[in-house]
């Protein structure tokens, strides 16, 4: 079955540091791959998505995230962290020709100025 | 502005009583979605709609019904069924872009038990 494993809940970094979000993947052939960025209260916003190509891919806000295969992992990465990008991340496999995302649990981050 | 709606965004109900969440969009996609958002479990699946007139039980959909009458439309009943409907709702609809879904959400309805 696929499924999508977040392992950090909760993560504190100070502004400016770099960011690593990890995200483990299962699924049996070429996964299509997203981030969402949740702030509280509030909706999901896509932040990044990957369906083929290029591992190393950009999104909104600054971030960007690189597909490996061979780790099964789609990290979410920003090389220095702003205070608004306190929120809950997201990431989500959405199996090929299927309109059903399966979503992580979600990591927590904070941002200590 | 292209999006999707969710009313109210607070709802306060009485146990024993059914109630409705709202959910519109006008991205003119196929697809919408309903999860259920609680802490430190990510989002559940509910209910979908790939059509109108046609939905799917999701992971949770016990204590749930939906209808999909206007395809702009999915709106959302969490019955006296629901033992423990306090959570965080959240309405999607997506695109497929090739074979891949990509989902376009609400800002969420917060349903709270009094």
């Known amino acids: 079955a696929q499924s999508v494993t977040q392992p950090d809940i909760h993560i504190t970094v100070s502004e400016g540091a770099s960011l690593e979000l990890r995200c483990n993947y299962s699924?049996?052939?070429?996964?299509?791959l997203f981030w969402y960025v949740q702030s509280p209260g509030q909706g999901l916003q896509l932040l990044l998505k990957y369906f083929s190509g290029d591992t190393l891919v950009q999104g909104i806000k600054g971030f960007e995230a690189e597909f490996k295969r061979s780790q099964s992992s789609f990290n979410l990465r920003k090389p220095s962290v702003h205070w608004s990008d306190a929120a809950e991340y997201f990431c989500?496999?959405?199996?090929?020709?299927?309109?059903?995302?399966?979503f992580g649990t979600g990591t927590r981050l904070q941002v200590f100025p | 502005d292209g999006g999707i709606t969710q009313s109210p965004k607070y709802l306060f109900r009485k146990e024993g009583q059914n109630v409705t969440l709202s959910c519109e969009q006008n991205?003119?996609?196929?697809?919408m979605y309903w999860y259920r958002q609680d802490p430190g479990q990510g989002l559940r699946l509910i209910y979908y709609s790939q059509i109108v007139n046609d939905f799917q039980k999701g992971d949770i959909a016990e204590g749930y019904s939906v209808s999909r009458e206007k395809k702009e439309s999915f709106p959302l009943t969490v019955t006296s069924a629901q033992k423990n409907p306090t959570a965080f709702y959240l309405c999607?609809?997506?695109?497929?872009?090739?074979?891949?879904?990509?989902?376009?959400f609400g800002q969420g309805t917060r349903l709270t038990v009094v």
């Open positions: 991205l003119n996609h196929d697809a």
């Open positions: 989500a496999v959405g199996p090929y020709n299927t309109d059903k995302l399966i």
């Open positions: 699924y049996g052939a070429t996964p299509y």
């Open positions: 999607a609809s997506s695109i497929r872009q090739g074979a891949v879904t990509e989902a376009f």
